[in-house]
């Protein structure tokens, strides 16, 4: 099955950095999710983003919803130790029960003192 | 609010054995997923359940992945035989009605 291309794969900051990483697609989504995975443990939703342009933020994450609905990118601000994880992109088709989530290949951030 | 339930956290088996994963989803929510995630990969749906009824299942391998939910809650998944291929973590979601999914922790499968 399909999945979305993340970058980077990985990366390695210091903490108090900003991170970018950005998801892309071949196809149109209606909506973009961003989930956040520790170790052990299931994807947390993180934000969700409904509409082609939109900007949201959530604390010192910021998630756009590309023009094209074909990509979407993801900052994170002043960074601390407890972002470490991996981040998922999710491009959703349909609404509801119908609703099918693809994930991205994921980017691990590792955040360094 | 509980999460959703998962059991075991871990299991080791030898291929060509079975195994069976447990779920159980947040109360009152209609909608079980099934995923599985291969290490260095995001997951990938395997199932959906709406109430007891299944959704989507094209994506399982059905000559030796099987799932139900019998009663509309709780679900089980299961391998029989499982390949060293099936290695991964097995995730359960569950979802009320228009609500986001939330993922239980997961099963970890190590197919010796």
């Known amino acids: 099955g399909q999945q979305l291309n993340q970058s980077p794969q990985s990366m390695f900051i210091q903490e108090g950095e900003d991170v970018s990483m950005n998801c892309t697609s071949s196809s149109i989504f209606n909506t973009w999710l961003w989930y956040k995975q520790d170790p052990g443990e299931g994807p947390v939703l993180l934000i969700a983003l409904y509409k082609a342009g939109e900007l949201t933020s959530n604390g010192r994450l910021t998630a756009q919803f590309g023009i094209t609905r074909k990509d979407s990118f993801l900052n994170i601000s002043a960074s601390i130790p407890s972002d470490v994880g991996i981040y998922f992109c999710?491009?959703?088709?349909?609404?509801?029960?119908?609703?099918?989530?693809?994930f991205g290949t994921g980017t691990r951030l590792q955040v360094t003192l | 609010e509980a999460g959703v339930a998962q059991s075991p956290r871990y299991k080791i088996i030898e291929k060509r054995q079975s195994v069976a994963f447990w779920c159980n989803p947040i109360s009152g929510h209609a909608t079980l997923y099934w995923y599985q995630q291969i290490l260095g990969q995001g997951p990938k749906l395997l199932i959906q359940f709406q109430n007891n009824g299944v959704v989507d299942d094209s994506q399982l391998p059905k000559d030796r992945f099987s799932a139900e939910r019998l009663k509309g809650v709780d679900s089980t998944l299961k391998i029989q035989p499982a390949k060293l291929e099936d290695s991964a973590v097995y995730l359960c979601?569950?979802?009320?009605?228009?609500?986001?999914?939330?993922f239980g922790s997961g099963t970890r499968l190590t197919v010796v």
């Open positions: 979601a569950s979802s009320p009605p228009g609500g986001d999914r939330r």
């Open positions: 999710a491009g959703q088709l349909g609404t509801g029960t119908a609703s099918k989530l693809t």
